[in-house]
Every structure is written in C-alpha cells, then in structure tokens.
C-alpha cells in the first residue's frame, strides 16, 4: 500500500511540473473589456493558448475579460505604469488626444480598413510612435466593423451633410466623433455608453452614432428602430503591450507574441465582414429598417468629414491632419 502512494505522489507531481502554469518561466496578465463570450475576449483565449503552444509552456498568459483589471482608462494607466503586461481595449486619449487617429478613419470598405490596420501601415505607425512615447506598445488591431448610425427616428436626407438631420445624437467623448457627425449635419450631446438604450426610450437622444451593427443590435434591438450603415469609422480595439514587459521578452517570444495577435487580427476581419451581414439581416428580420449605401453615394459624407478635420487642427496637429487628409482620402478614393 506505501509502495502505491509512492507512485501516486510521484505521478501528482510530474502532472503538477509538467502542467503549463507550473512550468512557465514567464507568466503574462492579459486584460481586455468584453465579456466572456464576446468574440474579443475569443480572439484573446485563442492568442493564449498560440503562445502557450508555440513556447511549449514556457510563457504563459493569463486572461482577464469584462473589465476585471479595471476599465479601459484604468487598464492604459497600468500598461503605462507595467502593472498589466497586455491589454486588448479601447485606447482613451487623456493623455495625449493624437491617439484618436485610430477612430478618425473616413474608410469606405472592409478592403481599405485592411490595409489600414496592417502594421506597416501608416496609421499603424503613427499609433505606434504615439503609445511608444506613453510607455506602450502597439501589437495590433482587433476591427469590430464599419459603424453606423441606431435610431428611433428616421433621419432627414442622411446623405447630404448640408441638410439639417433634425436629431440629436449621442456620441463617444472624443473631438474626433464629435467633429465626424456635426460634419453630417446632426446635433449632438455626450453621455456614457451604458446610459444610451435608456436615453432614447427617454427620449433625450434620437440616435446612437459610431457603433458597430453588432454593437446596436446587442444592446439597442427592440429600442433602435432604423440603422443607418454609413460607413465613416470603424469600431475598433488594440492590442497592447507595456513597454516594461517588452524590454524584459526576449525577441523570440516577442516575435511568437506578434504572430498570434496578426493571426487573430486577420481572424477578426473576417469575421467583421460576415458579422455586418448577418447583422443587417437579423435586423431587418427584426422590423427595423435598414439602409445600406454603395460607395458612390457615401462620397460626399466622407469629403465633409474630411473638410471638417480643419477643426481638430488645434488638438491633433496641423501637420497630422494634413498627412490624415492624404492617406485616409486618397485611400477611400481608389
């Protein structure tokens, strides 16, 4: 009888060294703001277990979704500080309001977001430097979709940025949404996004702006009555790494890292094209109206916008929005 607890203590053992969190050498806390199953926080379990994977144990990465390590502000204060190694989340702009150019994109397509959001991209490489000088490192995209407008009433001549639109509609906290929707036309009033469903069964906003057909149908359907696919941002998240865990990683697992995040990255594209599809239908199943627009007839939105960016000059920089102008514009146009 000793003889066979002897074995079976051998064989917990072995189990416990050889088990991934046992024998990780390097242990990583991953912090993200969906819920569990949000096809964010997915892409993030998947990330895991590559690198897992890919380092046989050697790194493990530890997840933490629906804003368990604190909200997104929070997050980017410890990824600053090296409390949290990596992040995927919405970037604030506090401290410093360039990094907004993420959510300034006056894309037409998913093909333009594409090449947009690869990291030898230009937008890529300013969100980069602008994070480097903050104490974090930019890995990668994770693209939601296109947005849209929701609202509980119909808007007047949605594309002519001249035309009053006759609603008020909420807006994120950030000059960038806010100088992309007064350029179409709409008045607008700020207030959190958890508050938004309420406000317009209240009655004290029409519509919801720069959210993702997903994102409304999640959180809006039986309140949101028409949605409108304009197509003048995109709703998206990055993933993050603080600069202090970066220059403790040795290159060959920042490279494993980099490889799993491209890979789930691309994952999300995809799914972003397919997601918008199935969500126009299941709202239009749903009895709310939908309106989809063909590029031609997006034009004169995206040129008004784009006018508009005169007015963030003196937050974002001269020279920023001139090279904005240049690679978003020219880029929507091809």
């Known amino acids: ?13 072995l189990a416990l060294i050889s088990s991934p969190s046992a024998a990780a050498e390097v242990t990583l806390r991953f912090a993200g703001q969906f819920p569990e199953e949000h096809s964010a926080t997915k892409l993030m379990r998947e990330i895991a277990e590559g690198v897992r994977t890919r380092t046989r144990g050697r790194v493990n990465i530890e997840v933490y979704p629906d804003n368990l390590l604190g909200d997104y502000t929070i997050i980017y204060e410890d990824l600053m500080r090296g409390a949290i190694d990596m ?3 919405s970037i604030p702009s506090h401290f410093d309001p360039r990094l907004e150019l993420v959510y300034l994109n006056a894309f037409v397509d998913h093909n333009v977001v594409r090449r ?7 937008l890529s490489q300013k969100m980069d430097e602008y994070n480097t000088r903050l104490g974090v490192k930019l890995l990668g995209f994770n ?35 806010k100088s992309a929707i007064e350029a179409q036309g709409y008045r607008t009033v700020t207030m959190p996004y958890a508050d938004t ?63 799993e995040v491209a890979r789930a990255s691309a994952k999300s ?9 199935r969500n126009l239908k299941r709202m239009r199943q749903s009895g709310i109206r939908v309106f989809n627009y063909s590029d031609a007839e997006l034009l004169p939105l995206r040129r008004a916008i784009v006018e ?10 001269r020279q920023l929005m001139n090279d904005a102008r240049k690679h978003f514009l020219i880029d929507a146009e091809r």
């Open 197 to 259: 469903a309420r406000a317009l069964q209240e009655g004290r906003c029409d519509a919801v702006s720069s959210i993702s057909s997903g994102a409304a149908l999640a959180n809006l359907k039986g309140i949101m009555k028409y949605w409108y696919q304009l197509n003048y941002s995109q709703a998206v998240e990055s993933y993050l790494m603080s600069a202090k865990t970066w220059d403790r990683l040795s290159e060959g697992d920042i490279a494993v890292i980099y490889g």
């Open 143 to 177: 693209v939601e979709g296109l947005t849209g407008i929701a609202s509980v009433k119909p808007i007047n001549s949605p594309l002519d940025p001249k035309a009053d639109k006759g609603l008020l509609v909420r807006i994120p906290p950030m000059h960038v949404y």
């Open 269 to 277: 594209l995809e799914q972003a094209k397919h997601n918008n599809k």
């Open 116 to 122: 947009n959001v690869r990291l030898d991209s230009w």
């Open 87 to 89: 992040a995927l989340i």
């Open 1 to 13: 009888m000793r003889c066979l607890k002897n074995i079976l203590c051998s064989l917990m053992l």
């Open 308 to 317: 508009n960016w005169k007015g963030l000059e003196p937050v974002m920089g």
